[in-house]
Nanobody, 125 residues
């Protein structure tokens, strides 16, 4: 069992930056990977970024490449998503997710068993 708590969301002007964090507790010794998804009103939940715990290999959706960075802290069992050059299109509830098992496709929701409650990111124009 893994519990996830997101933080760091808020209101920011277009072009600004935010750093989201996700703290994991429970069976963190078995973590294989963690990721970030987001969901805007009326839209499907979509993949943002993910990281493999053991190797720090990272994966991003094309629309955030070059302006977002996912990282981990093994000691604190946390993952962070640094988002720069934010756009109104980035407005959404951001969810942290985790898996204890080998991942085939990091962008698929079904690969992750555990989910946080979400943190709101609003980018104004």
């Amino acid at each position: 069992q893994v519990q996830l708590v997101e933080s760091g969301g808020g209101l920011v002007q277009a072009g600004g930056s935010l750093r989201l964090s996700c703290a994991a507790s429970g069976r963190t010794f078995s973590l294989y990977g963690m990721g970030w998804f987001r969901q805007a009103p009326g839209k499907e939940r979509e993949f943002v970024a993910a990281i493999r715990w053991s190797t720090s290999s990272t994966y991003y959706r094309d629309s955030v490449k070059g302006r977002s960075t996912i990282s981990r802290d093994n000691t604190k069992n946390t993952v962070s998503l640094q988002m720069n050059s934010l756009k109104p299109e980035d407005t959404a509830v951001y969810y942290c997710a985790a898996t204890l098992y080998t991942v085939v496709d990091w962008s698929k929701e079904y690969e992750y068993r555990y989910w946080g409650q979400g943190t709101q990111v609003t980018v104004s124009s």
